[in-house]
């Protein structure tokens, strides 16, 4: 227990709760961060001796698992993450739409801003990492507001005392130093989370059907104190250090989770955050209640990100790829060791002397040597079998082959030989197609946690927010420009985030041909529309969509104001007629896309050329 600390009944009732939870998840916890840590020492090519070996031996063990994490991690990520923000009105909120579609693009802009500012691509790779590593993965979701004190020197006009009478006789500038807080950040956070300090119920299904999830920190006493500084925590003075390794009695409450806590809770404390959608409750050293109040989100939600690219029929957790190639890897390295040796025997051979040679030290093994015996049988080499080498290679070409299938036909692009043909176009199309379906499989599965952490973000925004926040962009006419989101922009409307699923080179070269298409035919067929059913194409819109094909996000730089006509701009005079106006010339006729341009790409046109080609009645 804490110092002179004695928890009143409510907390009696929540500190039971959270060690109980804690009970409950620790057995299948404990087994789970064991296999953790031995598919992380696989992953890194680590390997535990399980028997005594002869020093002379090869103990290589290079990662092939590394070489086909990586892989599939790269894969997963995306070099910019391409989402779109559109509105989800009720019924009754329909006679508003193009406002409603104007705060959406507000929206999208402001989550972009504050991915950029949270730098959420450099934490996407520990979070998918993980994924891989052990099964699944988790990431923390909420708001930060930090706060910094700044100190800056400003020069002042002081007057200057005259030592007698003191009376001022000047005025001189002198630099004062001046403190101020500022708001370092103030908007969404994405924090990965070391699954060792990840805890929840072992028949939990799903994320929402997860009762309660716990993140276990590990607190400098800085740290608490700024918690409780802000009003976030209390209690904090009772708190222990350390506590973990000084006192054996307490050591018992984690058994073989000890093991994965290791150093890490050397001058520590221990705080466990506990979550469910209705509360959340923090305690410290398993005896000290620091917070216990309902959950602060509006969404209501509890604020984790959870993601299984391998989902576990029934279960929040997934497979591991390290855990699927692990046993592989180890026959791998075994066969691979056993030919080295073998390698090794054949090149340093073995020499055999018969028992009656007096001093066997006596031979020089040098190129060129003479050996006086009095019989040559008295000196042999050893002739190790050498097809030996030949079945070994043959066995550890078919496992690497088995490592590659069983993680999704990674081979080809991994760089890696594969018993499929890759020297066809027909093999690498068949072994291509595989992996990136069971890619996209997976990317689906990342999609649906990111469009969670956007729904969260966009509530937490319309609860934090207080205040109009300026975004800075690029705006037409490749002017910077600042885009202004208020508080009143997220009020009574729900949103929906579109992710795009996959980047891939093939994928991305295919949409961005049937965009360009696209583009093509609306750009001929917007004239006719306009003309015959007075209908008008949005054609800004199209090129929108086919620029964020590209990556390209803030599309308005490409985009001019439209310039107005002379006698719309005041104090210009337009000029007089010349000669022959009226008279329209063919070449110029209201432009391209008209039927009546000589060098129209109108489809009528092409229409009347290709008939007119074919003939007509007179040449039937």
Known sequence: MGTNYTPNEQEKRALDRVLKAMEEARPEHDKFVTQLQR????????????????????KRTPSYAFQIIETIVAN???????????????????????????????????????????????????????????????????????????????LERRPVLDEVTGLP???????????????????????????????????????DDCEWMIHRLWLRKDQVEKM??????????????????????????????????????????????????ERVITIANRSIVLRDEENPFDHSEKPFIVTAGLKRPFRMTGYSDVALVADLQECLWEYMNQRLDNLAL??????????????????????????????????????????????????????????????????????????????TATGISVVTNLAQKRLLARRKAFTAGFKRKAAQDISNMRQFLTEEKMIPQIGRDGAIA?????????????????????????????????????????????????????????????????????????AEKYFVSPAAPPDQIQGVTPAPAAPGAGQTNPSLAAGQLAPSNELSMSPASFMQQQLAALGGANNS
């Not at 990492?129 to 910094?148: E, F, P």
Request: net charge negative; charged share 25%.
């Open 482 to 554: 600042f885009h202004q989101i208020a508080p009143e922009d997220l009020d009574d409307i729900r949103f929906q985030v579109e992710i795009e699923v996959g980047s891939d080179s093939f994928v991305q070269q295919e949409r961005r041909a049937q965009m360009n298409a696209m583009l093509t035919t609306l750009s001929q067929i917007a004239p006719v529309m306009a003309q015959t059913q007075g209908v008008t194409v949005n054609l800004q819109e199209a090129v929108t969509d086919y620029l964020r094909e590209f990556g390209i996000q803030d």
């Open 346 to 423: 054949i090149n340093n051979a073995v020499v055999i002397i018969r028992d009656d040679v007096d001093d066997p030290d006596q031979f020089d093994f040098a190129p060129g040597a003479r050996w006086r015996t009095r019989d040559p049988q008295q000196i042999t080499t050893w002739q190790p079998n050498t097809t030996i080498a030949n079945l070994s290679l043959e066995a550890e070409s078919r496992i690497m082959s088995d490592i590659q299938n069983i993680t999704g036909g990674m081979g080809l692009m991994s760089g890696l030989d594969n018993s499929i043909d890759n020297k």
């Open 39 to 58: 598919n992380m020492r696989a992953y890194e090519g680590i390997v535990e001796m399980r028997r005594d070996v002869a020093d002379w031996t090869s």
């Open 169 to 207: 006789i000047g005025m001189v500038e002198q630099a004062v130093d001046l403190s101020d807080m500022v708001i370092t950040r103030d908007g969404p956070c994405f924090e990965p989370l070391d699954l060792q300090d990840f805890f929840h119920p072992a028949d939990a299904r799903s994320q």
């Open 228 to 277: 409780a500084q802000v009003g976030v925590w209390e209690n904090t003075e009772h708190i222990e250090y350390s506590f973990a390794q000084e006192k054996p009695e307490i050591q018992d409450a984690y058994k073989g989770d000890i093991s994965a806590i290791g150093a890490r809770s050397k001058g520590l404390c221990e705080v466990l955050e506990f979550w469910t959608t």
């Open 76 to 154: 997963l990520l995306d070099e910019d993450m391409n989402f779109t923000v559109r509105p989800r009105p009720r019924m009754d909120q329909t006679n508003d739409i193009q406002r409603q579609i104007e705060r959406a693009r507000s929206i999208e802009l402001a989550l972009r801003h504050e991915y950029a500012e949270d730098r959420l691509d450099e934490k996407l790779r520990d979070y998918t990492l993980q994924n891989s590593i052990a099964g699944y993965t988790v990431a923390k979701n909420y708001w930060r507001y930090d706060t910094k004190e700044i100190v800056r020197t400003q």
